[in-house]
């Protein structure tokens, strides 16, 4: 297995609106070969600190979604966000794979 994580920071005020983003994501993502499940996490005490967690079968599953069109388009989309102070948020990604269970 293998997960990626995609840590960002919100702006003040602003958490509810982004986890409601992800509550009606498009799901594109869940349709991929090689996807296992999808996660918004919150750190509990820092409100502003979320999480995107994804699971994939294998590396290469993922790397096939991140160079995929489906990819690229919602990418796009986060761009072209109203809110131009959530459109700059540039997360910090970690990836990992399964070592042990």
Request: glycine share 4%; proline share 4%.
């Amino acid at each position: 297995m293998y997960i990626v994580h995609s840590i960002f920071d919100v702006p003040e005020g602003k958490e509810d609106e982004v986890i409601d983003i992800y509550r009606n994501r498009s799901g594109l993502v869940d349709k991929a070969p090689g996807f296992l499940q999808f996660q918004l996490l919150q750190n509990e005490r820092k409100k502003g600190e979320l999480t995107v967690q994804i699971c994939w079968e294998s590396k290469e599953d993922y790397m096939n979604w991140v160079t995929g069109e489906d990819y690229k388009r919602i990418h796009e989309l986060e761009k072209k966000y109203p809110d131009q102070e959530l459109a700059s948020v540039v997360p910090k990604v970690r990836k990992y794979k399964v070592v042990a269970e």
